[in-house]
């Protein structure tokens, strides 16, 4: 993971530097650094701990400079310390690392460069860069050196490089880690991500994998590994400054739950035209293939892989088609049996999951069509698989994924009408519910809002509870589990998800009167009578009963120590409306433990290592 951010100007960078890093600080925060070139040296600052901490001990806006790099760590290799923070240097102090990635053969590397005299400072991966490019530099120009020393590197990286003796040239190259270029006026940017320079410019240039780009304040090359140079396409993307900003709210966690009326919204825009759904030319699909697919396997990590059980209730209920999830992480090593009547489909906010990624890449190996449901326009996933739909969340920051969730149903939700149409599973009137059913939601959402000041008052009753249990069935199960991550991430709670009548294999030895379950229960046909069953079997054990219940229900409330009610709708839709009370319920815990909500320990926004 770790986040990077470079500047090139023709002014001082180190604002910028900084704002950059702490827009980024989401991605890790074991350690930070920086550096800047005055005069043909480096100047370097880095310490253990958040931005805010080690900015306090070394004053980051000392550091001054017309070209910087920073960078924010999650530590891969090597313990979190103060010489394991980035950025890392060679022996002569004359070329500066930043890096995201794992450098696979770096063991091998280390003891080659090692045998030739280099001496090591760390114990990372990343110091083995810088050490290969001064080998390599010895008679050759630096960009040769950088290609020659990439050359003989395994693994994934985004890096950003300084020479001491080019004051004017910041270097970048990207191999199955996220980088991006950012267009200024006198002044260039790379990044991690495009949030994190946002404030600065929205003309981005995306590296592809094994590129080496070079950029000085007025322009930018990129090449390949040989030196061929590359054209590149500059997108415009069209998110707000603002929606990289708290703007007032506590936390970016609580900011994103609060935007998720507006996030559906923006994810239903202009897709439903007269009954129909239509999606944007990224999705080129013909009915014929969707008519003819016989199934779908869906592969996702996360909250992405909770969206994607969703997905599946929906294919399958709905549009009868035969569907599948995978852990992307698993799919990746093992033979999947697929053809060309299967697609394939990859959902993650980032589109950076490294897991994700590699699923994708194996299953096009199977020659099958893959579709990717992604937030972030333009990044990995989007430009591995054939055909893409955007959810349209906006820049989610807060580790804890919520809006980005809510729009992954979304489109599951619209993809599955699309299906259903095209394949006739379902009749006109059921398709005009539907979309009826979905365009009352950013509304509904808002009145769940509403009750955030009840939900509040159950976290602070039980927020010094140290398990909960989270208990669904059908569409709702997912949610369960949805539910007891968003609590176990920002909350450091154990937190377990069941399906309701599961709970009788085994968890229910666990409940007692110290131990809250939070019960998914809306009104439906399938297994809402179950349900209230299950509930008595907790309520004879002690349990706390929260349970998230349809507005006008009587007999949850009989049962039930706390009722959070969401409005009516169709049952498939009931799971967008219920894991929003949970995501609260989380925040609103963790919050009151005291918690970082935003940069929860361990975790990082992108899973961009495997
Ligand atoms: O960016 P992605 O959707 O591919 O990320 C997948 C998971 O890493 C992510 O959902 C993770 O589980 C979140 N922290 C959950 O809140």
Redesign the pocket.
């Known amino acids: 993971m770790c986040g990077i951010v470079g500047v090139v100007s023709n002014k001082n960078v180190n604002e910028k530097l900084f704002n950059g890093l702490s827009n980024l600080e989401y991605r890790g925060y074991d350690s930070v650094g920086m550096c800047f070139i005055n005069g043909g040296k480096f100047s370097i600052k880095k310490g253990v701990g958040k931005l805010e901490e080690v900015h306090k001990k070394v004053n980051f806006l000392k550091l001054n400079g017309n070209i910087g790099l920073g960078h924010c760590r999650w530590s891969t290799h090597g313990g979190v310390t103060e010489k394991n923070a980035h950025p890392h240097v060679d022996c002569k102090n004359k070329i500066s690392v930043v890096h995201n990635g794992i450098i696979e053969n770096y063991s091998e590397l280390k003891d080659e460069l090692t045998k030739k005299g280099h001496k090591f400072y760390s114990q990372t991966d990343t110091e083995v860069i810088a050490h290969l490019i001064e080998e390599n530099l010895e008679g050759n120009k630096v960009e040769e050196a950088l290609r020659a020393a990439l050359k003989k590197v395994e693994g994934s990286y985004a890096l950003g490089i300084l020479f001491a003796d080019e004051p004017g040239k910041l270097f970048a190259a990207r191999n199955e880690s996220p980088l991006i270029i950012g267009l200024g006026k006198n002044e260039n940017f790379i990044a991690s991500d495009v949030p994190s320079i946002l404030s600065y410019t929205n003309k981005i240039v995306y590296l592809e994998d094994k590129e080496i780009a070079v950029l000085t304040n007025d322009g930018f090359d990129v090449f390949d590994l040989n030196g061929k140079e590359k054209r590149k396409k500059v997108h415009t993307i069209h998110w707000s400054k603002e929606s990289s900003q708290k703007s007032g709210y506590k936390h970016f966690m609580l900011k994103e739950i609060y935007e998720q009326p507006r996030a559906i919204a923006d994810t239903l825009n202009e897709r439903i035209v007269n009954n129909s759904i239509i999606f944007e030319k990224e999705f080129a699909l013909s009915d014929d293939f969707l008519k003819k697919i016989k199934r779908i396997v869906i592969v ?5 892989w909770h969206a994607a059980l969703v997905g599946e209730f929906m294919f399958e209920e709905l549009a009868k088609i035969p569907t599948e999830v995978e852990y992307a992480s698993e799919f990746r090593y093992r033979h999947a049996l697929l053809d060309k009547n299967t697609l394939v489909i990859a ?7 490294a897991d ?1 990624i590699a699923a994708l890449k194996e299953a096009k190996k199977y020659g099958v069509k893959t579709l990717s449901i992604c937030n972030v326009i333009g990044s990995s996933i989007t430009r591995i698989s054939h055909d893409i739909i955007y959810t349209r969340a906006g820049p989610e920051i807060g ?3 919520t809006k ?1 969730f809510t729009t992954q149903l979304a489109v599951l939700y619209l993809l599955t009408i699309l299906l259903s149409k095209i394949r006739k599973t379902l009749n006109e009137k059921q398709i005009k519910d539907m979309i009826e059913g979905i365009r009352k939601i950013p509304l509904q959402l808002q009145s769940v809002l509403d009750e955030d000041d009840e939900i509040l008052e159950c976290a602070e009753l039980y927020y010094n509870k140290l398990n909960s249990l989270y208990l669904g069935r059908g569409i709702n199960f997912p949610i369960a589990l949805e539910g007891a ?2 609590l176990k ?1 920002v909350s450091y709670i154990h937190a377990e998800g069941y399906p309701a009548a599961e709970m009788k294999h085994g968890p229910i030895a666990l409940i007692d009167k110290n131990m809250p379950v939070v019960v998914i229960a809306p009104h439906d046909i399938y297994t809402y009578k179950k349900v209230l069953g299950n509930i008595e079997e907790v309520k004879a054990r002690g349990g706390i009963i929260i349970a998230i219940a349809t507005v006008g229900d009587k007999e949850v409330k009989k049962r039930a120590k706390h009722v959070i009610y969401i409005p009516k709708n169709l049952y498939t839709l009931s799971s967008i409306l219920a894991i929003v009370p949970l995501q609260l319920l989380a925040y609103h815990i963790a919050d009151k433990l005291g918690r970082d909500v935003d940069r929860p320990r361990s ?1 990082a ?3 961009t290592v495997e």
């Open positions: 996702a990590c996360g909250t992405s959902i993650s906010q980032s589109g950076e999951t994700t580790v804890a994924s980005a991550l968003k991430e975790l926004k992108s899973v």
